[in-house]
């Protein structure tokens, strides 16, 4: 974790000083004042969580310029997913300005220029994501740069995971699950209409087979993407599966993977109760529709 702090130097350096944190906490950066005053009150705290740099930011009114010189001196490509908390921002990508008010995010990428105007005091949350952790959700296509993106739909899950993973320790058990899911979001975002569903979908379905043993009640799925049960349900409504048969399926596929592994030690019953299915009977019936033989015959022939 870094935390920088202008306020405790003398006014005539502070703005040296902000220029040579955010080269070092994001990229290569020049900013440019836009008030006639003394100093420059700024902070920045980063902190990092599956490989994605996360950082709280604070500061005064000015420019701040990723342009062809500052790609040139950037080493690897990401994409920054910027929130704005306070003030907004007028931000150029490809020739095209668009403002970004606050509760708004926006992408950049760091392979190619962008330039922000701030012109009032502002706060942001911003994450810096390296592009292969983006290029699986993605599916080899490129997200929407320099668009404001609101509370509506993906956009919604967007906002509410970074507020979200800002207070996650970085060494806390299921970042990479949070991670995937954010990324996921992030993509569904920031596509075309037409295709957010999809890809909201494939987010969910992601969280569901890495929570298989956890709640994966319609309450606390929409809690974790920000939806609401009729929006989560119509994200299935026109596939073969409901949403809950989805989950059924999956926690049933991998209760029999785990049988067929002659290193599984837990009983069957155990097993059962580790991915949802409280009642043994219940379980068993559903095993059979599924499989045809019962869970202990799978068992029992994979130890023969």
């Known amino acids: 974790m870094g935390l920088w702090d202008s306020g405790g130097l003398a006014p005539r350096e502070q703005f040296a000083f902000w220029h040579e944190v955010i080269c070092q906490a994001f990229v290569p950066l020049t900013p440019h004042r836009t008030l006639a005053e003394d100093g420059f009150a700024a902070t920045v705290e980063t902190r990092t969580l599956a490989g994605v740099n996360r950082a709280r930011i604070r500061s005064r009114p000015q420019r701040t310029d990723h342009g062809p010189r500052e790609v040139a001196r950037t080493d690897a490509g990401f994409y920054f997913v910027n929130l704005q908390l306070r003030g907004r921002c007028a931000t150029t990508v490809r020739g095209r300005t668009e403002v970004v008010e606050e509760g708004q995010f926006v992408v950049v990428d760091t392979a190619e220029p962008y330039f922000f105007d701030f012109d009032r005091p502002w706060q942001m949350v911003s994450y810096r994501v390296p592009h ?3 290029a699986q959700p993605l599916a080899g296509r490129r997200p929407a740069l320099g668009r404001p993106i609101g509370a509506e739909g993906a956009g919604t899950v967007v906002r509410t995971l ?3 993973l800002w207070s996650v320790d970085e060494d806390a058990a299921g970042g990479d699950d949070l991670v995937r899911s954010f990324t996921s979001a992030v993509a569904a ?9 999809g890809l909201t ?3 969910v379905l992601a969280h569901v087979q890495a929570h298989l043993g956890g709640d994966l009640g319609v309450s606390a799925v929409c809690r974790r993407f920000a939806v609401s049960p009729r929006t989560l349900h119509n994200l ?3 596939g073969d599966e409901s949403y809950a048969a989805t989950v059924r ?6 209760c029999a993977a785990m049988l067929r592994d002659p290193g599984t030690t837990a009983t069957v019953t155990a097993l ?5 299915f409280d009642d043994p009977t219940s379980f068993t019936r559903a095993f059979r529709r599924r499989f045809g033989v019962s869970p202990r015959e799978v068992r029992a022939a994979a130890r023969d």
């Not at 975002?189 to 569903?197: G, N, Y």
Request: charged fraction near 30%; charge should be positive.
């Open 236 to 238: 299935f409504a026109d």
């Open 201 to 203: 979908r494939s987010a």
């Open 132 to 134: 292969h952790l983006l």
């Open 162 to 164: 970074m507020t979200t």
């Open 249 to 254: 399926r999956l926690r049933l596929d991998r």
């Open 189 to 197: 975002a920031t596509a075309a209409p037409d295709e957010r569903v």
């Open 272 to 276: 059962a109760a580790a991915h949802g």
